[in-house]
């Protein structure tokens, strides 16, 4: 079964506003990564949390990782436009040394 | 650094013809990753190489597709025959695994194949 589904799988907002975007996973986890990608192009990775780590930030960006309920949260502040992308998290999962496993993504749109 | 390098950026084929994506990984990443992504079944990891060694290649969907990498800098992900159910971006990324943990995967633009 698919390791981490993304929710919601599409999310459409004005520019200004946050998104937020959530991640469950099924089995223990060493760290979870967060990844965008543009329409037709390849994935980047945003950031990582560690599976000791509760809350992380970088600019916009805030994640959280809730490792009793196996699920993550992806907060983008103040979105903009070129926020448009698809969103994924990844799970290291123990275990498995430099595999991820990417759940099915979440689509976000913003407009002006 | 240049990034993951993938080539070709788009291949059309035909059915049954042979078809041979090629990757360059990041210089000194010791991983190398192979995905698939379809609407249908999202992002698949089809086979992961340790230093040069292939570790996982569970993700492979049938002996029609093989994969190697014969060095650190090159790899190749090789369809033979190709069904138009193959078609789809195929994906190579990199990674270096300092530390005993997983690490950033960096992807390649990608390669879009369709089979006709």
């Known amino acids: 079964s698919q390791q981490g589904e993304e929710d919601p799988q599409a999310l459409s907002i004005q520019e200004g506003e946050n998104a937020t975007m959530n991640c469950s996973y099924k089995t223990s986890i060493n760290n979870l990564q967060w990844y965008r990608q543009n329409s037709g192009r390849g994935l980047v990775h945003l950031i990582l949390i560690r599976s000791n780590e509760r809350e992380k930030h970088s600019g916009r960006l805030r994640v959280t990782l809730d490792t009793s309920k196996k699920s993550s949260s992806l907060l983008i502040t103040a979105s903009r436009a070129a926020d448009t992308a698809s969103y994924f998290c990844a799970k290291g999962v123990t275990g498995t040394a430099s595999k991820l496993t990417f759940g099915t993504g979440t689509r976000l749109q913003v407009t002006l | 650094d240049a990034g993951v390098i993938q080539s070709p950026r788009h291949e059309v084929t035909e059915m049954g013809q042979e078809v041979t994506l090629r990757c360059k990984p990041i210089?000194?990443?010791?991983?190398l990753f192979w995905y698939r992504q379809t609407m249908m079944r999202g992002l698949e990891l089809l086979i992961y190489f340790n230093n040069n060694v292939p570790i996982d290649d569970s993700g492979m969907p049938e002996d029609r597709f093989s994969a190697k990498m014969p060095n650190a800098s090159f790899s190749t992900l090789k369809i033979q025959p190709s069904e138009p159910r193959d078609s789809a971006v195929y994906f190579c990324?990199?990674?270096?695994?300092?530390?005993?943990?997983?690490?950033?995967?960096?992807f390649g633009p990608g390669t879009r194949l369709t089979v006709l």
């Open positions: 990324a990199s990674s270096y695994h300092g530390g005993g943990q997983t690490d950033t995967q960096y």
């Open positions: 210089s000194g990443h010791d991983y």
